[in-house]
């Protein structure tokens, strides 16, 4: 694939936003580093954001989105997220909330959790791609998983030269480091996940209670047993397919891993809503997307 760097301006931005709308992750500026960006409520453009990044493991990824209001209509905000998001949106600020039931979200981009990292960044770049497209955009750090984070179009071009279609060079990022990230859960204290540019008063947002009840999860696990590399269902097993496997569910009968992990979280929570007591899982093959699906599915076994 060739991969296109063009200067931000409205042709450029509405190329993007072609192929965002047609499932493709594109790189953009932010104020903070360049974004790998996908239409948050389609889970395969968002399991692609994974397959360029060559990432082992799903992480919640954070959505960006134009406003306040355009959050709202995704997280519950609380008084202090409200807060928050007044003082310092938009700009380089996450606020992890719950999220909402009747959103269109794929439960990729949260790793199956049921809170939501939110933010709106102050770059034009990335608020005219929002505006453009129309969607939540889901985007982790423009590079490859293991690199360090790009705050220049060459940067991205490096490491994810010949996976992307696309960047947007918005020049230097301003600052150079990723969003600070804090936790604003009702009934919580406030808590900081990431540091970054804008300084968090500690007192509020220390990892105090840390043993409390409702603390934050990072990562969603199935509440039911599941046992991995399934043939076949034992007795009250729910199984999820892959491939010829049909399972009472299936990843991909044609084994593509983008589908698979598109739909593994999906999956994963319809098995353990399920009448039956434990969860089992097909081989997935360990190459490409696969290596993050069966790292996910090895800690949810153990
Ligand atoms: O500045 C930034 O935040 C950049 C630009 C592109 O916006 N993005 C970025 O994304 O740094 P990423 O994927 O590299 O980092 C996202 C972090 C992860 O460490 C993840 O654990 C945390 O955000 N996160 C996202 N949603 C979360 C959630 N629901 N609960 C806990 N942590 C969450
Ligand atoms: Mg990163």
Redesign the pocket.
């Known amino acids: 694939m060739e991969t296109r760097v063009l200067p931000f301006n409205d042709e450029t931005i509405a190329e993007a936003a072609r192929l965002i709308l047609a499932g493709q992750p594109v790189a953009v500026a ?1 104020e ?2 360049y ?1 790998l960006a996908a239409d948050a409520t389609n889970a395969a453009a968002v399991a692609r954001i994974y397959e360029v990044k060559g990432r082992p493991s799903f ?4 959505v ?1 989105v134009s406003d306040i209001a355009a959050a709202e209509e995704i997280g519950g905000f609380d008084d202090d997220a409200r807060a928050l998001a007044a003082e310092h949106w938009p700009g ?1 600020l ?1 606020l ?1 909330v719950p999220i909402r039931e009747d959103t269109r979200i794929a439960s990729i981009v ?1 790793a199956g ?1 049921q ?3 939110l ?1 709106v ?1 102050a770059h034009a770049a990335m608020q005219a791609l929002l505006r453009e497209t129309g969607r939540p955009l889901a ?3 423009a590079n490859a998983s293991g690199s360090i984070s790009p705050t220049r179009a060459e940067h991205v071009l490096k490491s994810l030269g010949g996976r992307i279609p696309l960047i947007i060079d918005g020049g230097p990022t301003e600052r150079g480091i ?2 600070t ?1 804090v936790a604003a859960i009702d009934g919580e204290p406030l808590r900081l ?2 540091s970054g540019p804008i300084p968090i008063d500690a007192e509020r947002a220390s990892g105090e209670r840390i043993e409390a009840p409702g603390q ?1 999860a ?1 990562h969603y696990a199935p509440a039911k047993p599941l046992r991995i590399n399934a043939e076949a269902a034992d007795d009250n097993e729910f199984l999820i397919g892959f491939g010829p496997i049909a399972g009472d569910e299936n990843l991909s009968p044609g084994r593509d891993l983008v589908e698979a992990a598109a739909r593994l979280f999906d999956l994963l929570h319809r098995a353990d809503a399920s009448s039956k007591a434990r969860i089992a899982v097909s081989p997935v093959p360990d190459e490409g997307l696969g290596a993050a699906i069966n790292d996910r599915l090895r800690r949810a076994a153990a």
């Open positions: 932010t903070t580093v974004g992480n919640p990824l954070i960006h380089p996450t992890v949260t959790l809170t939501i990292g933010r960044p985007a982790p750090s990723e969003s990230i996940l990431r934050l990072s």
